[in-house]
């Protein structure tokens, strides 16, 4: 859940918690609302035990995870509050983070970090709710205990927007920028509100923002020094291989499109050369192997244009395309009964191919023929 934020010196717990009620409830920007506002996903990113159940068979064994400096029965508040969360019980969760805040400003707990993890939780409750003031007010005692806290920021600009509060929005984003450049979610968010800020308050809209802090470089430090937790750091592989993947897909459209349109001017020998970096990078793409094949047709490499029909075949079994130019490296091999087969299957699948048709009573001549050749030999 995100226990490792900053702890700044002098910073105390010792605030008796409120339960987070003022104000109705607003968007909630769990969800995008016509603004845009990002989805609120997650309270933090702890890393959660291996789970065992209990003798009744119900897995409690989450409730004694790490929980920071929290003593024992306020860390399971905390654990079952995340837990809660995770499973989309926000009201539930809620209570127990305000439980756990009670306890340990009852108990005279001093331990800011722990206190603000709270707070930022709870608000990200609060957020899920769609009670935007109440998160605001959560975010605000948070950044008192631990200034410059991130997730903290974060919630309270998505909060902010949600009610339209576009400016005080703008200025948490830039701030969350300062301390991380790569959150997507801000930079969006920042594009977002500048053109309704814009469209808002004219060409002097950067005038009447309020003044955007300015983070000191060693909250910026000890954020990059920070340890990734398990979860944050799945999540940037899965954004990684998110982002890999519409990059290969759009290199890979970009060599199919060249490749069709070498083949329209004839070119077969680079047509083929880029079928082959499109198989490169999608080596099932059936589509491929049977352009591929016209190019080996063309320059008379029967062999490669059989085999590159082959593996579409395996890939797709009645593929037509495949059949018929399958059938056309048959005949370049004077293999006129294998020929004369895969036209067959052609016209089985679709009657209306003239030209299987007419390859087929070219191939059956030369069938008959061969046959009369081969007779005359013996």
Known sequence: MGNAQEKPPGSSGGEKARR?????????????????????NSPAGEKEE?????SSGVDRSYLDAP???????LGRLKNEGNYLFKNGQFGDALEKYSQAIDGCCEAGIDSPEDLSILYSNRAACNLKDGN??????DCNKALELQPFSLKPLLRRAMANESLERYGKAYVDYKTVLQIDTGVQAAHDSVHRITKVLIE??????????PEIPVVPLSVQQQHREKPVSIELAQAQAARAAQEEARRKEAHF?????EGNSLVKKGVFQEALEKYSECLSIKPDECAVYTNRAICFLKLNQFE?????????????????????????AFKGLQDYLSASSDL??????DPKVHEAEQELEEVTCLLRQSLIDKAAHT
């Open 20 to 40: 987070g009620q003022s104000g109705g409830k607003e968007r909630a920007p769990g969800q995008r609302g016509a603004n845009g506002a990002p989805r609120e």
């Open 50 to 54: 291996q789970q065992q159940p209990d």
């Open 67 to 73: 929980a920071g400096a929290l003593p024992p029965h």
């Open 132 to 137: 935007s003031s109440a998160c605001i007010e």
């Open 200 to 209: 808002q308050d004219g060409p002097e809209w950067r005038e009447k923002l």
């Open 253 to 257: 459209t970009l060599l199919k499109h």
């Open 304 to 328: 490669e244009a059989k085999q590159d029909c082959d593996t579409a075949l395996q890939l797709d079994p009645a593929n037509k395309k495949a059949f018929y130019r399958r059938a056309l």
């Open 344 to 349: 067959q299957e052609v016209l089985q699948l």
